[in-house]
T-cell receptor, first 112, second 116 residues
Framework: SQKIEQNSEALNIQEGKTATLTCNYTNYSPAYLQWYRQDPGRGPVFLLL?????KEKRKERLKVTFDTTLKQSLFHITASQPADSATYLCALDEAGRRALTFGSGTRLQVQP | GAGVSQTPSNKVTEKGKYVELRCDPISGHTALYWYRQSLGQGPEFLIYFQGTGAADDSGLPNDRFFAVRPEGSVSTLKIQRTERGDSAVYLCASSLTIAGGMDTQYFGPGTRLTVL
């Protein structure tokens, strides 16, 4: 069956360190993978999109990798700040569909 | 408005009642999506509109759920004979449609539905 897995346990790190979040998927062949941030009581906010033929994408302190052989994406936040504390969701498209399938998200807590 | 808006922000209803949830997308966005999010889970796709028509309604869980977008802008999600299991946050998103590409979806704040 199709599955998107994100670490359900919260990730706690110290301010200034690099946070790395993992998204693994099975039985999908996505053309795109996206990462969203969600704060409590709010809708998800788009952060980055990476295509299947891209290995890595960067935006300011954010970096995403996409390994279609391992079926895994890693999401990195460098020089993390307490304001980065939120839940981070990965999302895949399924071929031919515009609807996104989301993982359950990983909560990141950055300690000052 | 600047972003996607949803009303009401909270809705409490009794089992068996009918509810309507409204979404105002970003002006000019042709695509509109409805998702449902339960506590501790990611959003779950319900239905996608391209203009006025439902291009993909494969995520609607059963025939108690229905959505419309009559003028290609505002959309209403309708739930008949609500059940306690319908309790969730209902999220709406909109996007420009980019030919040949995956468009960024902009989400509203959601409507928290509680069925007692």
């Amino acid at each position: 069956s199709q599955k998107i897995e994100q670490n359900s346990e919260a990730l706690n790190i110290q301010e200034g360190k690099t946070a790395t979040l993992t998204c693994n998927y099975t039985n999908y062949s996505p053309a795109y993978l996206q990462w969203y941030r969600q704060d409590p009581g709010r809708g998800p906010v788009f952060l980055l999109l990476i295509r299947e033929n891209e290995k890595e994408k960067r935006k300011e302190r954010l970096k995403v990798t996409f390994d279609t052989t391992l079926k895994q994406s890693l999401f990195h936040i460098t020089a993390s700040q307490p304001a980065d504390s939120a839940t981070y969701l990965c999302a895949l498209d399924e071929a031919g569909r515009r609807a996104l399938t989301f993982g359950s998200g990983t909560r990141l807590q950055v300690q000052p | 408005g600047a972003g996607v808006s949803q009303t009401p922000s909270n809705k409490v209803t009794e089992k068996g009642k009918y509810v309507e949830l409204r979404c105002d997308p970003i002006s000019g966005h042709t695509a509109l999506y409805w998702y449902r999010q339960s506590l501790g889970q990611g959003p779950e796709f319900l239905i996608y509109f391209q203009g006025t028509g439902a291009a993909d309604d494969s995520g609607l869980p059963n025939d108690r759920f229905f959505a419309v977008r009559p003028e290609g802008s505002v959309s209403t999600l309708k739930i008949q004979r609500t059940e306690r299991g319908d309790s969730a946050v209902y999220l709406c998103a909109s996007s420009l449609t980019i030919a040949g590409g995956m468009d960024t979806q902009y989400f509203g704040p959601g409507t928290r539905l509680t069925v007692l």
